[in-house]
C-alpha cells in the first residue's frame, strides 16, 4: 500500500536560514508525490507535487522539493524562511486503489522564529 | 482564482441529532472527496465520490455518514446520529482529472467545517 512518513511532529528555524521538512515514501510503480500547506483555521492548500523528471520541483511561494529515488525521500526546502512560511505541512501520495484517494502523512509544524 | 465553499463555517449539535455539512466544489471538476482533522493534527480520508456514487469509503465512514450530490453543484456530508468522537474539522476537496488520470490532479480544500458535539 502507498503511504508517506514524516518523521518529525515539529521543526524550528530561525528566520532567513534555509528550512527543510522531510517526507519518505513507501510506493509501488512511479510514485506521485504533492506537499500541502495548511495556515491556522484552513483548509489545505497545494504546493507542488512530482509526477516525473527533474528531481528537483519548484512550486508555490518559494518552496522547492527534492525527489530522491534511492533514499525514498521527497524533502520539502526553502533557501530562506520567512515567519509567515509558519504553518503545517503535509506530504501526500495518491493511492492505487484506483479511486483517486489522496494519503497524507502525519504533517510536520513548521515554526519559524523572528 | 475558483475555490471550494463550505457552510457553515462552525456547526455544534447535541450527541444523537443529525447535521449537514455543505460545500460547493469547484464548477469543472469531476472528484469529490471529504477528509477529516482531529485537534489540527492527521488529515484523514472519508470518502471519495465519482460520477455520483462513491468511489472508496474508510472504516470510519460508517452506516451513520452518507454523502449526496444533489443538484450538480452542492456535495453534502450526512452524519445520521452524531457521536461525540465525531467531533472534528471536516474538509471538502475537489479535484479535476486530467487525461492521464487523477492521479496528477491535486486536491482544492476548502476551509474546513468545525463540528462540536456536545
Known amino acids: 500500500a502507498q503511504s508517506v512518513a514524516q518523521p518529525e511532529d515539529q521543526v524550528n528555524v530561525a528566520e532567513g536560514n534555509p528550512l527543510t521538512v522531510k517526507c519518505t515514501y513507501s510506493?509501488?510503480?512511479?510514485?506521485?508525490l504533492f506537499w500541502y500547506v495548511q495556515y491556522p483555521n484552513r483548509g489545505l492548500q497545494f504546493l507542488l507535487k512530482?509526477?516525473?523528471?527533474?528531481?528537483l520541483v519548484k512550486g508555490s511561494y518559494g518552496f522547492e522539493a527534492e525527489f530522491n529515488k534511492s533514499q525514498t525521500s521527497f524533502h520539502l526546502k526553502k533557501p530562506s524562511a520567512l515567519v509567515s512560511d509558519s504553518a503545517l505541512y503535509f506530504c501526500?501520495?495518491?493511492?492505487?486503489?484506483?479511486?483517486?484517494?489522496?494519503?497524507f502523512g502525519t504533517g510536520t509544524r513548521l515554526k519559524v522564529l523572528a | 482564482e475558483p475555490e471550494v465553499t463550505q457552510t457553515p463555517s462552525h456547526q455544534v449539535t447535541q450527541m444523537g441529532q443529525e447535521v449537514i455539512l455543505r460545500c460547493v466544489p469547484i464548477?469543472?471538476?469531476?472528484?469529490f472527496y471529504w477528509y477529516r482533522q482531529i485537534l489540527g493534527q492527521k488529515v484523514e480520508f472519508l470518502v471519495s465520490?465519482?460520477?455520483?456514487?462513491?468511489?472508496?469509503k474508510s472504516e470510519i465512514f460508517d452506516d451513520q455518514f452518507s454523502v449526496e450530490r444533489p443538484d450538480g453543484s452542492n456535495f453534502t456530508l450526512k452524519i445520521r446520529s452524531t457521536k461525540l468522537e465525531d467531533s472534528a474539522m471536516y474538509f471538502c476537496?475537489?479535484?479535476?482529472?486530467?487525461?492521464?488520470?487523477?492521479?496528477?490532479?491535486?486536491?482544492?480544500f476548502g476551509n474546513g467545517t468545525r463540528l462540536t458535539v456536545t
Open positions: 476537496a475537489s479535484s479535476e482529472a486530467l487525461v492521464a488520470g487523477g492521479y496528477n490532479s491535486p486536491l482544492h
Open positions: 510506493v509501488s510503480g512511479n510514485p506521485y
Open positions: 512530482y509526477i516525473t523528471g527533474d528531481n
Open positions: 501526500a501520495v495518491p493511492s492505487t486503489s484506483g479511486t483517486y484517494k489522496y494519503i
Open positions: 464548477s469543472n471538476h469531476l472528484y
Open positions: 465520490f465519482y460520477n455520483n456514487e462513491i468511489s472508496e
